[in-house]
């Protein structure tokens, strides 16, 4: 508010500025001519009686500029004058102001595009509300090193059942189904427990996400749209919510449409190869705690006060218990956790610094280019005006001799 009223008052006072100025200047007219009246009634001539009153009252520049500062435009006339000694300079010195331009253009440009893609990937925020606390839980088997892999249901179960430092955890199931309903369309599917959304902290902004209720068999027949599959194949129908539609020959009801931008999707060891449209349930029942087929990927929200690298030695000492206990199914396979920026961004992380740090050195060679320029064209400068005096000095002296 205070910044608005006072652009406010700068401008009133900029558009009233020419009106002002001519009337300070008749005033200050007027003030002149009666006081060389009354010098001329005192015995001066005309001529020194008008010269002794504009030496009394001083130049109508000097009346300007104290006006200016009393309405607070005097830094806008300092501003104009140091633009129009620039713009002189730069018509005066094109070669140079080019040099500089490109040299500059060249470094700030170069760290604004690594920098965008840097603050995207490493600085910026994940776009979940408890992005800080999630963790992708692979399965890592001795013979393939520290390769991760998928888990199993048998094995999920037993990590959310028995883990002591994760606050909720879930899993992800990348697919594809046909969306049947006019013309059938093949769109990317992601199949996720009930929880998901939960883990993630993301609600809906139409309608609801799944809740824990879906656990229960049977009750899976809903559907979460994305915001573009919503707008694009539902003309961003409010009444959606309650709608059935079909998905590979089975009826589903949208229970809700998630907010514009939302996606999670990790592509490592991923059956599906696109970003998700459509969300369905996936639930476990207890006859899954002998089904060890891998395929789902795991995701997990640390409790608040748990690091994670506790979260990793704990999991490293349930997945020693779980081969001890089973070892037809487990034997060789232990639990890597790893924080879902890490995952996301991958082994992309060191070459992104690697090149932050690059163009970070080509912005600090255009800058030092650009100041040996000013030194070049300042010892040019001296330089010339050195020899214009040894030049003249000589003459001058002649002259006085002769």
């Not at 006006?67 to 010195?93: C, Q, T, Y």
């Not at 013309?183 to 199949?191: D, K």
């Not at 573009?228 to 590979?248: E, S, V």
Request: with cysteine; aromatic share 8%; glycine share 8%.
């Amino acid at each position: 508010m205070k910044f608005t009223a006072r652009l406010r008052s700068l401008l009133k006072s900029l558009t009233k500025r020419p009106l002002l100025e001519d009337d300070m200047e008749a005033e200050l007219c007027f003030h002149i001519e009666s006081r060389a009246e009354d010098l001329v009634r005192q015995g001066l001539a005309p001529a020194d009686a008008l010269r002794q009153a504009r030496l009394e009252f001083g130049g109508v520049d000097g009346h300007k500029q104290d006006m200016h500062a009393s309405l607070g435009l005097r830094w806008w006339d300092e501003v104009r004058a140091d633009l129009r000694f620039a713009f002189r300079m730069i018509g005066k010195n094109r070669g140079f102001t080019v040099a500089a331009v490109l040299t500059l253009a060249l470094g700030i440009g170069a760290n604004t595009a690594i920098f965008t893609v840097v603050n995207a990937t490493l600085i910026r925020p994940l776009g979940y509300h408890n992005a800080g606390r999630l963790a992708m839980v692979w399965e890592v088997h001795h013979t393939e090193g520290d390769k991760p892999n998928v888990t199993s249901p048998a094995t999920f179960l037993n990590w959310r059942d028995r883990n002591t430092v994760f606050e909720q955890m879930s899993v992800i199931f990348n697919g594809s189904s046909v969306l049947s309903g006019g013309s059938p369309e093949q769109i990317p599917v992601q199949f996720v427990s009930p929880n998901f959304f939960s883990v993630l902290g993301t609600n809906a902004v139409l309608g609801r996400v799944f809740n824990p209720a879906q656990e229960r068999s049977g009750a899976d027949d809903v559907a979460l749209l994305s915001f573009d599959l919503w707008q694009r194949r539902f003309a961003a129908d409010p009444n959606i919510i309650g709608a059935k539609i079909t998905l590979d020959n089975g009826p589903l009801t949208v229970v809700g449409v998630l907010p514009r931008g939302f996606q999670f999707f990790v592509k490592e060891n991923s059956f599906g190869q696109h970003k998700s449209e459509l969300w369905v349930p996936i639930t476990f029942d207890n006859k899954s705690r002998t089904r060890h087929g891998r395929y789902p990927q795991a995701i997990g929200l640390l409790r608040p006060s748990v690091t994670f690298d506790q979260a990793q030695s704990a999991m490293s000492a349930l997945a020693k218990q779980l081969e001890g206990e089973d070892p037809a199914s487990m034997k060789g396979w232990t639990v890597r956790v790893i924080p879902l920026r890490t995952q996301l961004v991958g082994a992309i992380e060191p070459a992104l610094r690697l090149l932050l740090a690059a163009v970070g050195l080509v912005l600090l060679i255009a800058c030092s280019n650009v100041a040996t320029l000013f030194l070049r064209g300042l010892w040019r400068a001296a330089m010339k005006s050195r020899c214009e005096w040894r030049w003249v000095r000589p003459h001058s002296a002649s002259c006085a001799r002769s």
